[in-house]
């Protein structure tokens, strides 16, 4: 089952923070981030594994939280640049197989 | 490093015509997939190949959609006969599975089918 990203989509001005979040029906294993402008293709972020820390991206971060079966993707002192289509992805026990996106949360950062 | 790349980018067909797409994974990747994105939603697995082997093609319509790794390489992705509802962007990914893997994907910029 696709998991669910929650907002579907915001809209900030640049500096401010956002925060993404990603449920599954499913227990998590892996969890994936990528960021897809708009004709392009999905460029990956990082990748968090179950047990794992919470991982950082120049000032994008995200969580993992295994009971609640969710991730989240921390945004701060948001850029321009990083507008765009954000898509989580759950995956199996070693990563990437097997991996099913979620229904994307589009990010709009105005000057 | 050269990335993934996809062939065409853009394609409109009539419905009932065949179709193929080609794919040339990154070099050394063992692992490529095929997903399908429709506008505004995330990709779809179709088929996940390890080398030459497809490991799960379960969410591929085998009644008209094909694919081939042939020396687990290059790969095509056929449509035969195509449908309306086909139209959409096919991406190709690669990746390396195991070693010093991170687990991402690298994708290519996809070919986008208009099927009228």
């Known amino acids: 089952q696709q998991p669910v990203q929650s907002p579907q989509a915001v809209i900030l001005r640049e500096g401010e923070d956002a925060v993404i979040n990603c449920s599954s029906s499913?227990?998590?294993?892996?969890v994936h981030w990528y960021r897809q402008k708009h004709g392009e293709a999905p460029v990956f972020l990082m990748i968090?594994?179950?047990?794992?820390e919470q991982k950082g991206h120049e000032k994008i971060s995200a969580s993992f939280n295994e009971k609640k079966q969710q991730s989240s993707l921390y945004l701060t002192a948001s850029q321009l640049s990083y507008s765009g289509t954000y898509f989580c992805?759950?995956?199996?026990?070693?990563?990437?197989?097997?991996?099913?996106f979620g229904t994307g949360t589009r990010l709009t950062i105005i000057p | 490093e050269a990335g993934v790349v996809q062939s065409p980018r853009y394609k409109i067909i009539e419905k009932k015509q065949p179709v193929a797409f080609w794919c040339n994974p990154i070099?050394?990747?063992?692992?490529l997939y095929w997903y399908l994105q429709n506008l505004g939603q995330g990709p779809e697995l179709l088929i996940r190949?390890?080398?030459?082997?497809?490991?799960?093609d379960s969410q591929l319509p085998k009644d008209r959609f094909s694919a081939e790794r042939l020396k687990g390489v290059d790969s095509t992705l056929k449509i035969q006969p195509a449908e309306l509802g086909d139209s959409a962007v096919y991406l190709c990914?690669?990746?390396?599975?195991?070693?010093?893997?991170?687990?991402?994907?690298?994708f290519g910029e996809g070919s986008r089918l208009t099927v009228l």
């Open positions: 990914a690669s990746s390396l599975v195991g070693g010093s893997s991170d687990g991402e994907l690298f």
């Open positions: 499913k227990a998590l294993y892996s």
């Open positions: 968090l594994l179950k047990g794992g």
């Open positions: 992805g759950t995956g199996g026990v070693f990563g990437n197989e097997k991996l099913t």
């Open positions: 070099s050394g990747h063992n692992t």
């Open positions: 190949y390890e080398n030459e082997e497809a490991v799960d």
